[in-house]
Nanobody, 123 residues
Framework: VTLVESGGGSVQAGGSLRLSCAVS????????VAWFRQGPGKEREFLAR????????YYADSVKGRFTISRDNAKNTVYLQMNSLKPEDTAVYYC?????????????????WGQGTQVTVSS
């Protein structure tokens, strides 16, 4: 499985961005795709995940209500819509895929990772 993120960039606080994660390769029925981020000097943080087949979603409390994860199975693409962005959202954003048996909110549950895309939010 190969993942390629796009859509990062610079935006002012209060603005929006939509990240895309193009997924290629063999996707098993129990696969989920997630978004994580890693800010400067911080650990990689779980944001949201979506089950590939059912579309079931799960969010970290820190982004619930501001970020929305979705998928387009026909395009093999997962999106992360980010609204009301804050300077503290500045980070490299990664998508990841794996066969998930639990909540899917831990880095260790994901086998495949993209290269990341930078998001910078200025005040």
């Amino acid at each position: 499985v190969t993942l390629v993120e796009s859509g990062g960039g610079s935006v002012q606080a209060g603005g929006s961005l939509r990240l895309s994660c193009a997924v290629s390769g063999t996707i098993l029925s129990s696969t989920a795709v997630a978004w994580f981020r890693q800010g400067p000097g911080k650990e990689r943080e779980f944001l949201a995940r979506i089950a590939w087949n059912s579309g079931n979603t799960y969010y970290a409390d820190s982004v619930k209500g501001r970020f929305t994860i979705s998928r387009d199975n026909a395009k093999n693409t997962v999106y992360l819509q980010m609204n009301s962005l804050k300077p503290e959202d500045t980070a490299v954003y990664y998508c990841a895929a794996g066969v998930i048996l639990g909540l899917g909110n831990r880095r260790s549950e994901y086998t495949y990772w993209g290269q990341g895309t930078q998001v910078t939010v200025s005040s």
